[in-house]
């Protein structure tokens, strides 16, 4: 079956603190990787697309990287406004189209 | 260019009603796609319509059903409610399915709150 896991499930950092948000998955076949951010109260917003492994997308102070079984989201120097969950969602080759979400990682930037 | 619009903003029903959800998405996409939100389960795909046919369906019972008309607005109905089904609904459009793509990326409105009591 199909999953998507991403850790931590929370995260503080302070102002400048680098850190990475982890997306590990299973899939029988990866079509593609997805990061979203999201607000509280609002919807995902599309960050990046990762479709094979050895990929990179960057995106002002974040990068994402993929491997065979994980995607990281990388955040350099990150500033209050950072703060958001961060979903990662695969989907796989397949007979459908269906996305599968992970959890999520509420990130917390302290000024 | 307007996003997408989804109404009620929030819902509060009783068991064993039934509701109806609305999406308008973005001018020109043909693709919307419905997830059920919840702090336990987090995101999860409902079901996805494209040009008015139902073209994939996640694991949720028959009692979750949706459609889409001919200027691609859709709606999402529940019926004989349960506790349960307390959740953010969204919905997502883009121009060619649920792939999400660089080229096609999901455009989520800001949900629908609903409270069954």
């Known amino acids: 079956e199909d999953q998507v896991t991403q850790s931590p499930e929370a995260l503080r950092l302070q102002e400048g603190e680098s850190s990475s948000l982890n997306c590990s998955y299973t899939?029988?076949?990866?079509?593609?990787l997805f990061w979203y951010r999201q607000d509280p109260g609002k919807g995902p917003e599309f960050l990046f697309t990762?479709?094979?492994a050895g990929e990179e997308k960057e995106k002002e102070r974040l990068k994402a990287t993929l491997t065979k079984k994980e995607s990281f989201l990388h955040i350099t120097a990150p500033k209050p406004e950072d703060s958001a969950t961060y979903l990662c969602?695969?989907?796989?080759?397949?007979?459908?189209?269906?996305?599968?979400f992970g959890k999520g990682t509420r990130l917390h930037i302290l000024p | 260019k307007a996003g997408v619009t989804q109404t009620p903003r929030y819902l509060i029903k009783t068991r064993g009603q039934q509701v109806t959800l609305s999406c308008s998405p973005i001018?020109?996409?043909?693709?919307v796609s419905w997830y059920q939100q919840t702090p336990g389960q987090g995101l999860q795909f409902l079901f996805e319509?494209?040009?008015?046919?139902?073209?994939n369906k996640g694991n949720f019972p028959g009692r979750f059903s949706g459609r889409q008309f001919s200027n691609s607005r859709s709606e999402m109905n529940v019926s004989t409610l349960e506790l349960g089904d307390s959740a953010l609904y969204l919905c997502?459009?883009?121009?060619?399915?649920?792939?999400?793509?660089?080229?096609?990326?999901?455009?989520f409105g800001n949900g629908t709150r609903l409270t069954v009591t």
């Open positions: 899939v029988s076949g990866l079509r593609g």
């Open positions: 001018s020109g996409h043909r693709s």
């Open positions: 997502a459009s883009s121009l060619s399915g649920v792939a999400g793509g660089n080229d096609s990326p999901l455009h």
């Open positions: 969602a695969v989907q796989s080759v397949g007979r459908d189209d269906k996305i599968i």
């Open positions: 319509y494209f040009s008015e046919t139902q073209r």
């Open positions: 990762l479709y094979s």
